[in-house]
């Protein structure tokens, strides 16, 4: 079992900047692939940002150049820097790990969640 904690939060300025963080603890002594998503309400869990064992990462092109996952492997933390952020946002973004992950983006393929961290974007 693993725990996932996210925090960083917030309510900011159009253009302005946040760091999540996502703190593991349990069994993490595996090569996890580990994300972010981000959910409103009335929509579906979207992919953010993926981060594979050997540390390739992928974005999703509507955050491309402004958004950067990270992990402190010995802090066992993930990170997410968002820059430049815009209204639309505005989520609940959780953090999620798994072992076998065939399509980094989809939601069902990790095994593990935290409860979120709200970011608004206010114009």
């Known amino acids: 079992q693993v725990q996932l904690v996210e925090s960083g939060g917030g309510s900011v300025q159009a253009g302005g900047s946040l760091r999540l963080s996502c703190a593991a603890s349990?069994?993490?002594?595996?090569?996890?692939?580990m994300a972010w998503f981000r959910q409103t309400p009335g929509k579906e869990r979207e992919g953010v940002a993926a981060i594979y064992p050997d540390g390739r990462t992928r974005h999703d092109d509507s955050v491309k150049g402004r958004f950067t996952i990270s992990r402190d492997n010995a802090r066992n933390t993930l990170y997410l820097q968002m820059n430049t952020l815009k209204p639309e946002d505005t989520a609940m973004y959780y953090c999620?790990?798994?072992?076998?992950?065939?399509?980094?983006?989809?939601?069902?393929?990790?095994?593990?969640w935290g409860q979120g961290t709200q970011v608004t974007v206010s114009s």
């Open positions: 999620a790990a798994g072992l076998a992950i065939s399509f980094p983006f989809a939601p069902r393929h990790y095994d593990y």
């Open positions: 349990g069994d993490t002594n595996h090569p996890y692939y």
